[in-house]
């Protein structure tokens, strides 16, 4: 049988992360798998007389492995960034930059300025990334000062709460009489003369809202420029934890992300707290989880043995569970009650899963590990690599814990860069809010950890993210938690190798070793090299996915979304959609 045609691949440089050989002139690909890293006249000589060609197109750029999304939310990056962005932050997508909001008066001069722009003279007005913390309350008399016609809504930054005008109400049927008949719990998070609903709240308007919110249309551009989005940074693998149990959403992101010319491949982790709340028979819930994995295909698919589970609330709405009160005094939230929460960790750990759980609190914390030492005690099990996901804030005493259980971690270093200044001010007090997502002291204790965005929470830009963990830079311009502070190379891997470890797939990608998938970023300059505050700005050429080169900022295949024309199935897409997006990333009470 003849030896298929190579490809050998010669750059700047080619970082390969391999401890053995942490640098190379030339990589040889074939079939999408690399056959051989090492200098060009190696290369050449291994191959011998098998067909090959010297592709010289990165030699003036650093090739290094294909980045790994370990936990990003599609679905709702795709609505949030598909509407009016007015956030804390700048967003730097393919259409162009939209610059962070300064305060409260520059969100109301630019969303009026949204409104009055806004076709027609009905169309609702959807904008998101308004957060209390930062610009204080916002009430239904202000957006009625924009307008009482146009419906106008504000959806917050930690995308667990809404912000209604007068004309969204009437549109939806939102009365003081429908208010009434919400449970006691939602209406106690709700505000009917502000407009305002957080938590069970808004999950009480969702199917109210949903038709301005989660359209198919507005899925659809969404989902298109969530994957331009992530190509444009580098990104060559991705995974959603918590994946889609709506079976006509998950066929609407499948128009677009399972796509053979899609530039990255997209993994879903199955939800566990839905699946343990929908059945009672143990064992049913592991042969449903299972059953999952036939709604993906091509260029999506189910992760082996994984699952999502949740602990306390999230860091942008505050509903952490900490040890210590919050300086105003209120309480956090948790997500899964702890009788469900041990049950889901105990079914899914004795039929061998990896879990992954949504912690952010130190409190929180403990009750993830407590529950693991209990299931470790009870039913031992070797390299479970259980994974403490965003680890917001946490306990210098905690991290011997965590190495004596054997969990890694996965933290978003971006909670310090956004967060730390004012949540030093509000909340959290200066010492826990510059202590967030510990990452010095888990290296130096030896656990495995990685970075991740949970895109929209953080933008999904791995170099922005090694630059956060690296420099440890507020909004103010200080250094928060210098101790915590990790190498520029610990930081690549945590986008590399320990993301692609954290999801078991370390023997796939992550590093530019022969067998492995021929996953490249190509960048315009070494990140290891440049100057650490000159990392997020390392231009990103594009990427190779197993073997295809693709420049970023081409012209990208448009989907189609071909859903039922029927306005029955179709509403029932949209609060299908919206309710994934709002429960995916925290969970509802």
């Known amino acids: 049988m003849a030896a298929p045609k190579a490809t050998i691949y010669t750059a700047r440089e080619i970082v390969t992360l391999e ?52 936990h990003d939310h599609p679905v709702l990056a795709a609505l949030t960034m598909s509407s009016e962005i007015l956030s804390i932050e700048d967003w730097v997508l393919p259409s162009g930059t939209v610059p962070a909001v300064k305060d409260k008066q520059d969100f109301i001069d630019r969303l009026t300025a949204a409104v009055a722009a806004a076709p027609g003279s009905g169309e609702p007005v959807l904008t998101w990334g308004y957060h209390p913390a930062f610009y204080g309350s916002l009430t239904r008399a202000e957006l009625d000062a924009i307008s009482t016609t146009r419906p106008i809504l504000v959806w917050g930054r930690s995308c667990h709460e809404f912000f209604l005008n007068t004309a969204t109400l009437e549109r939806c049927g939102l009365t003081r009489e429908a208010y009434a008949a919400f449970s006691a719990s939602a209406r106690e998070q709700s505000n009917y003369e502000d407009g305002h609903y957080w938590e069970q709240g808004m999950f009480a308007i969702l199917p109210h809202i949903a038709t301005m919110v989660a359209s198919p249309e507005r899925l659809q551009a969404g989902l298109e420029l969530s994957r331009d989005y992530m190509h444009a940074k580098g990104i060559t693998f991705g995974n959603e934890p918590g994946g889609i149990l709506a079976k006509p959403v998950q066929d609407g992101v499948n128009a677009v992300f399972s796509s053979p010319d899609m530039p990255f491949r997209w993994s879903f982790m199955p939800d566990g707290k839905s699946m343990v709340g929908m059945y009672a028979d143990d064992a049913q819930v592991i042969a449903e989880t299972e059953k999952l994995a ?34 105003d005094s209120h309480t956090g939230e948790w997500m899964m009650d702890r009788d469900v929460f041990e049950r889901a960790f105990r079914i899914y750990w004795d039929a061998g899963y990896q879990i992954h759980i949504h912690v952010n609190g130190d409190e929180g914390l403990n009750r993830v590990l407590d529950t693991l030492e209990t299931n470790l005690r009870r039913n031992p099990r070797y390299d479970h690599r259980t994974v403490l996901v965003h680890f917001a804030v946490s306990g210098a005493d905690q991290v011997s814990r965590i190495k004596a ?20 001010k509000v909340g959290l007090g200066p010492e826990r809010a510059d202590e967030m997502v510990r990452l010095g002291d888990v290296s130096r204790a030896g656990i495995p950890w990685s970075l991740h965005s949970d895109m929209p929470m953080a933008p999904a830009d791995p170099l922005f993210l090694i630059w956060c963990a690296v420099n440890r830079l507020t909004t103010s311009g200080r250094i928060a938690g210098p101790d915590q502070r990790v190498t520029v190379e610990e930081a690549l891997r945590g986008v590399t190798i320990e993301a692609a470890y954290s999801l078991k797939l370390e023997d796939e990608i992550g590093t530019i070793s022969p067998g492995k998938r021929a996953n490249f970023t190509i960048l315009d300059a070494n990140p290891l090299s440049v100057d650490a505050m000159e990392i997020r700005n390392v231009g990103v050429w594009g990427t190779v996915m197993e073997g295809r080169i693709l420049p970023a900022g081409g012209a990208e295949r448009k989907a189609s979304l071909d859903l039922p024309g029927e306005s029955k199935a179709e509403r029932a897409f949209m609060e299908a959609a919206l309710h994934h997006a709002l429960t995916v990333a925290h969970g509802p009470h």
Not at 405 to 424: E, K, R, T
């Open 294 to 327: 036939s709604w993906y295909g091509g260029m999506t698919g189910m992760t082996s043995k994984q699952v999502k589970l949740f602990a306390d609330g999230a860091i942008y709405s505050q509903l952490m569970q900490v040890r210590d009160p919050y300086l």
């Open 19 to 70: 401890p053995t050989q942490p640098s190379a002139e030339a990589v040889a690909v074939v079939g999408g798998r690399i056959l051989w890293v090492g200098s060009l006249e190696e290369t050449t000589a291994i191959l011998g007389d098998q067909p090959h060609d010297v592709d010289t197109t990165f030699a003036d750029h650093v090739i290094v492995p294909g980045f790994v999304a370990q």
């Open 405 to 424: 259980l054997g969990a890694i971690v996965s933290g978003n270093p971006y909670y310090v860069a956004a967060l730390a200044d004012q949540y030093g």
